[in-house]
């Protein structure tokens, strides 16, 4: 990447529809409701040969209190100040503001360098608009239409000078956005992370929760929106950091804020849905999920859902117990804790369980220690050998049942995948097995093996479907055959010579 180019302006002018086409994906929300966008939002963009980063911002707003818009214009200012260039854009069917006016001043004192767009800029009634955009002092307009991708032309001629300035910035610099995990890599090869490839975490968990106060306190800076209003969080945002516990060097960690996820039937605005639907993509690509639930009120119905729906998605899971320093009975609170998840997860037994405190800090090394072990376990491989010698000894301590007098025989086991492990067993009528004896197995894995809470899944087939000499002829048959029809001696004698 060469450079970094802010995305600013006024509420609802296209921003984040601008955004995405850049990115040539729809990362970013967009409604036609004004303030969608609250959090900063970085995305790798394309524009002809040119490669940079793009950030997507909260619209401007005038206020500058302790409100969520106050504190929604300050984030915006200091993603202004990062950036390397500025985009600042306009409705041009809405002419110039006083609001634009306004920011226009703030944009020329916090970035060198400083672009007008006039987005909205299609048909004749954006040319009073345009026209009236040179009073800003920002040079030149480029008219824009980032629906329908109208002056991309002449915004990469003012973008192509500013990427030359910074031809030195390394490419990896830039953050990645949608890693997926790719689960055919060589089998048993625990996946080491790295800074092209850094370990994927996301924090999920119900509205007010404190996800992006924690994000905040593990990075070290106030990069996310918080407040003590529910939902602030809309987009799924990806930060990159290396995360250490103290110890030793950092783990170079991409971590994934996303929405609060509500009950269904609460979700009734479209705009909640695109944002949770967001924060299950994000689940989608992480690696390890961190559900965090609120000690005043854990284990909600919701919390299950979420928790559920991680395992179901394969992804190792950690479980952690936000606001621990306002709980008054610590060492009671912590043993109903223990109590409650192995009786509501039991499909997470062994998950690890860390107590901790977003506001303060504490417990978050304990956390990092939690999700680096999820994450080894996930990556688990054993040989095929041990595997095998388990099978037997399970399958002497527990036979299987044998339904209508058919006896099931488990004949072979390995090991098909990690991330999460996979097994594979061959046997006799894979159909007849019921559930109970898969669970059975799966529970010995997890406690023979040590791989606690990490999702097993589990496959029986049927050793006859992978057999090549299935009903095929044994060498010779037929030309004996037909040997012995040739010397019979009479056809109703049944004597052979």
């Known amino acids: ?55 997507d911002t909260a619209g401007l707003e005038e206020a500058t209190d302790e409100s969520l818009e106050g504190r929604m214009r300050r984030l915006t200012e200091r993603a202004v100040e990062m950036a390397d260039a500025c985009l600042f854009l306009i409705d041009a069917r809405d002419g110039i503001l006083p609001a634009d006016q306004i920011f226009a001043e703030i944009l020329r004192k916090k970035n060198a360098h400083v672009i007008l767009g006039a987005n909205k800029a299609e048909g004749r009634a954006a040319e009073a ?30 973008l192509t000078p ?15 956005t949608n890693v997926s995990i790719d689960d055919d ?36 800076e106030d990069r996310l929106l918080t ?59 992480a690696e390890v999920v961190v559900v965090l639930l609120d000690a005043a009120i854990p284990f909600e119905q919701q919390d299950l859902r979420i928790a559920d729906l991680a395992e179901r998605e ?24 223990r109590e409650a998840f192995e009786r509501l997860l039991p499909q997470l037994r062994g998950a690890p369980l860390v107590t901790i405190s977003s506001k303060t800090g504490k417990g978050l090394d304990r956390l990092q220690q939690a999700v680096m072990k999820a994450h080894a376990v996930w990556n688990r491989r054993v040989s095929t050998a041990r595997l095998n010698d388990w099978l037997a000894d399970m399958v002497t301590a527990h036979p299987p049942p044998a339904p209508g007098g058919k006896r099931i025989k488990l ?41 606690p809470g990490t999702p097993i899944r589990l496959y029986m087939r049927s050793q006859s479907d992978q057999n090549p000499f299935k009903n095929r002829k044994k060498p010779g048959q037929s030309r004996l055959r037909k040997h012995l029809g040739k010397v019979r001696k009479d056809p109703r004698d049944k004597t052979e010579s």
């Open 1 to 55: 990447m060469s450079f970094t180019l802010a995305i600013v302006g006024r509420p609802n002018v296209g921003k984040s529809t601008l955004f995405n086409r850049l990115v040539g994906k729809r990362l970013a929300l967009v409604d036609d409701q004004p303030g969608v966008t609250r959090d900063l939002r970085e995305g790798d963009a394309r524009l002809g040969d040119l490669r940079f980063t793009v950030i």
């Open 129 to 158: 608009g345009i026209i009236e955009s040179y009073s800003l002092g920002l040079g030149d307009p480029i008219p824009l239409s980032a629906e329908h991708g109208e002056g991309m032309g002449d915004l990469l001629s003012v």
């Open 314 to 337: 394969g992804r190792a899971v950690v479980i952690a117990v936000n606001k621990w320093d306002l709980e008054p009975e610590k060492q009671a609170k912590l043993k109903g804790l």
């Open 227 to 285: 407040g003590p209003e529910a939902g602030i969080t809309r987009d799924a945002i990806s930060l990159r950091f290396d995360w250490a516990d103290g110890n030793g060097p950092g783990v170079p960690t991409r971590i994934f804020d996303t929405a609060g996820m509500r009950k269904k039937a609460k979700v009734q605005q479209k705009l909640e849905k695109l944002s949770v639907s967001d924060g299950l993509r994000a689940v989608k690509f």
């Open 185 to 220: 890599t060589e089998e048993g090869a625990p996946r080491t992370p790295t800074s092209a490839k850094p370990l994927q975490v996301a924090v999920v968990g119900r509205p007010n929760a404190g996800k992006s106060t924690l994000i905040n306190m593990l990075i070290g």
């Open 411 to 451: 004949r072979y086991m390995t090991q098909a995948k990690t991330r999460p492990p996979g097994f594979v067993v061959m046997c006799s009528h894979p159909d007849k097995l019921n559930a109970s004896y898969s669970r059975y197995l799966v529970n010995g894995l997890r406690e023979d093996f040590d791989m």
């Open 162 to 176: 500013i990427a030359d300035a910074h031809a030195a910035q390394a490419a990896e610099d830039a953050p990645e």
